[in-house]
């Protein structure tokens, strides 16, 4: 099988725009399919601008590459069947179905033996009861369908909180989980090629505010023991799914134990440090990957950060006066909890590393809007 070199990406979002600028040395070409307008990924190749329920549009596009993939979760999954029936896709619908029901989602993650926090289904006044006797009264209230950087969640605190919770997130179907009293919120990103061969990156430490992700940082201060479970359980992932591509586990670490939170069937924000961190980037191994290339070095050299501008821009030349630091801004209009732009930061040492970074954070604070 040779190797592809036009490769469609569903989606043409940051993350899509940063696959492509990875693909480019590949001599790789991509074609973005988004219905925005102003899709940030189209500097970085063709943009086709139709609709996702298009079938002649999504025929056009499917036939004119040798592969497809997808850079957001939120495809709807009969679009991406009906292309993967004239086109390649990788990864596959399995993997999109997965994440795109938190219940499906969980009981996959049970099955291949990755730790879950208690959870259970509420689509009915019935199922509340149930799921206080399940879960008990301090969780968390997720939409079973969409949601993304902390939307469609509400944060229930006692018995009586729940069903308000629900009603406020319009009594659509739910997953309803305990609440993780966790000591640190890390995620590993795992690639694997057409051939079964993975690439796993170093396990990251995250920290979030009101669901969105603020920083990374690699690695993470965890033992080497549990970050050995942390790879096995993103290779049985990857394993369990078929997986092509690149692939995120988010994890809670609590009383030095993994507690698994939720799957992302692609590249990831917590990954964005691997442009400058690592050998070879979660973008340039997930277009090896889809392409039928060999992977590349998932190691790193030093250590490495990631902070995000959320809902506002700073200078190239303040974020570039922090040694070890690179910007990379998506062209993105800044609104209220819209990701912008990142800063990616590396240094020798983890002391030297921390001090950067609080730079680099003083400048999200000053900038960031969440809302």
Request: hydrophobic share 45%; with cysteine.
């Amino acid at each position: 099988m040779s190797a592809a070199t036009k490769i469609g990406v569903l989606g043409g979002g940051q993350l899509g725009q940063m696959l492509g600028l990875a693909a480019i040395p590949l001599g790789i070409e991509c074609v973005f399919y988004d219905p925005a307008t102003d899709a940030p990924a189209r500097v970085a190749g063709r943009h086709v601008c139709a609709a996702w329920d298009d079938r002649d549009a999504l025929a056009r596009f499917a036939e004119s590459v040798d592969a497809i993939t997808f850079e957001f979760e939120n495809v709807p999954a009969a679009s991406l069947a009906f292309l993967a029936g004239i086109c390649p896709v990788r990864p596959g619908v399995a993997s999109l179905e997965l994440t795109c029901d938190r219940i499906h989602e969980k009981e996959f993650l049970r099955a291949a033996g990755v730790p879950v926090q208690p959870f259970a289904p509420i689509a009915t006044d019935a199922e509340l009861d149930i799921a206080l006797a399940t879960v008990g009264p301090h969780g968390v209230l997720k939409t079973r369908t969409l949601g993304y950087d902390g939307k469609g969640q509400r944060v229930v605190r006692s018995a009586a909180e729940l069903a308000p919770a629900w009603n406020a997130l319009r009594r659509a179907p739910c997953i309803y989980e305990a609440f993780v009293p966790f000591d640190l919120e890390v995620s590993v990103i795992a690639v694997r090629a057409i051939d079964g061969s993975t690439e796993v990156y170093p396990i990251v430490e995250n920290l979030h505010t009101q669901g969105i992700l603020l920083r990374s940082i690699a690695p993470a201060r965890v033992s080497d023991a549990l970050a050995a479970a942390a790879t096995a359980h993103a290779r049985r992932v990857l394993e369990a799914l078929d997986h092509v591509g690149a692939l995120a586990l988010e994890m809670f670490v609590a009383d030095a134990t993994l507690i698994a939170n939720e799957v992302a069937p692609r590249v990831h924000n917590s990954g964005h440090w691997t442009i400058h961190g690592a050998r070879t980037s979660q973008f340039e191994n997930h277009m090896r990957a889809v392409a039928g290339l060999p992977l590349g070095d998932a190691g790193m050299p030093e250590h490495a950060a990631m902070v995000n501008l959320i809902g506002g821009v700073a200078t190239t030349e303040e974020i570039l006066a922090i040694p070890g630091t690179s910007a990379q801004f998506y062209g993105k209009t800044p609104r209220p909890g819209r990701k912008v732009a990142h800063m990616n930061i590396v240094a020798p040492t983890r002391e030297q590393l921390l001090e950067r970074v609080t730079r680099a954070q003083a400048i999200a604070h000053r900038v960031n809007r969440l809302a």
